[in-house]
C-alpha cells in the first residue's frame, strides 16, 4: 500500500463516507459461490464518496500471464491512498484469452473496491454447499468484522497526538488492550471524536468543559 505523506484530511473524509454506507449483499450466485458484484458495489461507492471529495480510480494491466488491478482513493485535499493487487489468468475452456483477462480484472477490481472502503461481502471464496444443503440454497450471508487497517490505526494515533490526547486514553475509552485491536467501525467513531476535540480546542465549535471520552 502506498499513501501521500499525509493522510488525515482523507481518512476523516473516508470516515465520514464508510459511516454512509452499508455492506454488500445483492449480487451474483455463480459456482455455489454467493457474493455481490461489482455493479452492486460500485453503485454504493458513487452515492457515498463524492460527497466527501473522494474520487475512486481503478486502472488494470497485465504482463501477459498476470492481471493487476491498482486502486486509489483521491481526495480533494489532494492526499490520497492506493494499492496493487493481481493473480494469474486462468484460462477457462470455450474462453477467449480476452474474456479470461476481462474475468479476472473484473475480478481484482470487486475485491480492491470492497477492501480499500472497508466494505464486507458475503464470499471469501468458501464453498456454501453442505452435507444437509448440497446445493448451498439455504445458504445466509456471514458479515466479517473488519479490522482497522494501517492507515486508520495511523489517523487515530496522528489525530490523537495533534489534539494532545494520550493514545492510552483512547485505547482504554475503546475497551482495547491495544490499539491495533481497534475494528474499522471503532477507528471511524475514535476519528470522529477526535477531530471533534480539535474543533474545541480551535474554538470552531462551542465545548461543554467535558474531556474526551472515546467510547465504543
Excluded at 115 to 122: H, V
Excluded at 132 to 151: W, Y
Excluded at 205 to 210: A, F, I, K, M, S
Aim: glycine share 6%; proline share 2%; aromatic share 4%.
Amino acid at each position: 500500500m502506498e499513501t501521500s505523506e499525509n493522510i488525515g484530511a482523507i481518512s476523516l473524509a473516508l470516515s465520514q463516507a464508510q459511516a454512509e454506507m452499508i455492506n454488500v449483499y445483492k449480487g451474483t450466485a455463480a459456482y455455489n459461490y454467493n457474493y455481490a458484484d461489482l455493479g452492486v458495489i460500485l453503485d454504493m461507492l458513487r452515492q457515498t464518496l463524492p460527497k466527501y471529495e473522494i474520487a475512486l480510480i481503478q486502472t488494470p494491466s497485465n504482463d501477459g500471464a498476470n492481471a493487476c488491478v491498482t486502486t486509489m482513493l483521491s481526495h480533494s485535499s489532494g492526499e490520497w491512498i492506493k494499492d496493487s493487487v493481481s493473480c494469474q489468468i486462468e484460462m477457462a475452456k470455450g474462453n477467449s484469452a480476452v474474456q479470461c483477462l476481462g474475468s479476472s480484472i473484473t475480478y481484482l477490481r470487486r475485491y480492491s473496491c470492497s477492501a480499500i472502503a472497508g466494505l464486507t461481502q458475503t464470499d471469501n471464496d468458501a464453498s456454501i454447499r453442505t452435507d444437509e444443503d448440497p446445493e448451498g440454497e439455504q445458504a445466509q450471508p456471514i458479515e466479517l468484522i473488519r479490522m482497522a487497517s494501517k492507515v486508520e490505526i495511523k489517523s487515530v494515533t496522528d489525530m490523537a497526538a495533534e489534539a494532545g490526547v494520550d493514545i492510552a486514553n483512547v485505547t482504554k475509552g475503546l475497551k482495547l488492550k491495544a490499539i491495533s485491536d481497534m475494528t474499522s467501525e471503532q477507528a471511524e467513531r475514535a476519528i470522529r471524536k477526535l477531530h471533534k476535540t480539535l474543533l474545541v480546542a480551535e474554538k470552531v465549535v462551542p465545548t461543554d468543559g467535558d474531556e474526551l471520552a472515546v467510547a465504543s
